[in-house]
């Protein structure tokens, strides 16, 4: 059974930095392709990380730069470290597998000053 627990959002101001955590259980993070997604109020939800099982990783243009998402196999977790954190950035932000419908209940980041 698929589980996702994000976690790490707040509020920061412009230019600040978070790490977002997201724990995985019922499967190996390692295994599957996984991806950051983020949705700000009135928006679709678009994909802004992804990570591939060898290790690749792709940034919408938006983020490019910014945000850097990585693993920890030990720990089964997926990070998404996000600096210079801009306004445009505020949204809820989850996390997701590659094959799989399940979506965790997200953390909310807010930039703002």
Do not use: H
């Not at 802004?48 to 243009?61: E, K, L, M, P």
């Not at 470290?81 to 445009?88: D, I, S």
């Not at 590659?98 to 953390?107: A, D, N, V």
């Amino acid at each position: 059974q698929v589980q996702l627990v994000e976690s790490g959002g707040g509020l920061v101001q412009p230019g600040g930095s978070l790490r977002l955590s997201c724990a995985a259980s019922g499967f190996t993070v390692n295994r599957y392709r996984m991806f950051w997604y983020r949705q700000a109020p009135g928006k679709e939800r678009e994909a802004v990380a992804d990570i591939t099982t060898s290790g690749n990783t792709i940034y919408a243009d938006s983020v490019k730069g910014r945000f850097t998402i990585s693993r920890d196999n030990v720990k089964n977790t997926v990070y998404l470290q996000m600096n210079n954190l801009k306004p445009e950035d505020t949204a809820v932000y989850y996390c997701k597998r590659y094959g799989s419908s399940y979506w965790g209940q997200g953390t909310q980041v807010t930039v703002s000053s």
